[in-house]
């Protein structure tokens, strides 16, 4: 199974989770799944428990709300698929976590560039909006938009998702 990393991008509820799910289950590995959500509050137990149940008996969850590039580099290996879900909250984990996002996320690319397994990255658009009005939110947007575009720039294969539909960006 070739290593290739692939990166979903779109908007909130656009279907990048399900297109993600999608392509990973097509190969025939095993699944991983690297779950960075933290539930804080019950909507969020909600949402993480309604992702679950769309996996089927398949896919084995590795809970990594920080530490997603050791979870990647322990995870990968030959006939295995690592599915992350999603990197705008482990963006929104290490800020608010007061993390190093600089020196995470120079690990979380050297990470991927040495990965034996196809791995598939889903981020929510973040820059197709208007400019936040406050300068935490500001300074996610920033750390998120700059996540994307590194991680789109070492993918093999890129999609943006609208709506359910998905558009091939990369290559």
Same mark, same amino acid.
């Given at each position: 199974? !070739?290593?290739?990393? @692939? %990166? ?31 539930? %804080?509050? =019950? ?6 428990? #309604? ?6 008996? #398949?896919? #084995?969850?590795? =809970? ?60 929510? =658009? ?6 936040? !009005? ?5 300074? %996610? ?26 558009? @091939?960006?990369?290559?």
């Amino acid at each position: 199974m !070739d290593a290739v990393l @692939t %990166f979903i991008t779109g908007g909130a509820r656009s279907g990048k989770s399900a297109r993600a799910q999608c392509l990973a289950e097509s190969h025939a590995g095993e699944l991983v799944y690297l779950a960075t959500a933290q539930a %804080f509050d =019950e909507e969020m137990r909600d949402r993480i428990a #309604r992702h679950q149940a769309d996996r089927d008996a #398949r896919w #084995r969850t590795v =809970e990594c709300p920080v530490d997603l590039p050791e979870a990647i580099a322990r995870e990968t290996g030959e006939d295995r698929v690592l599915l992350v879900d999603c990197l705008t909250l482990w963006t929104s984990n290490l800020l608010l976590g007061e993390h190093d996002f600089a020196a995470a996320s120079k690990r979380l690319i050297d990470t991927l560039a040495q990965a034996h397994s196809p791995v598939i990255l889903v981020s929510n =658009e973040v820059g197709m909006g208007i400019v936040p !009005d406050n300068a935490l939110a500001r300074q %996610f947007r920033d750390m998120a938009g700059r996540l994307n575009q590194q991680v789109a720039a070492i993918a093999d294969r890129a999609e943006l998702v609208v709506s359910g539909l998905s558009l @091939t960006l990369k290559p």
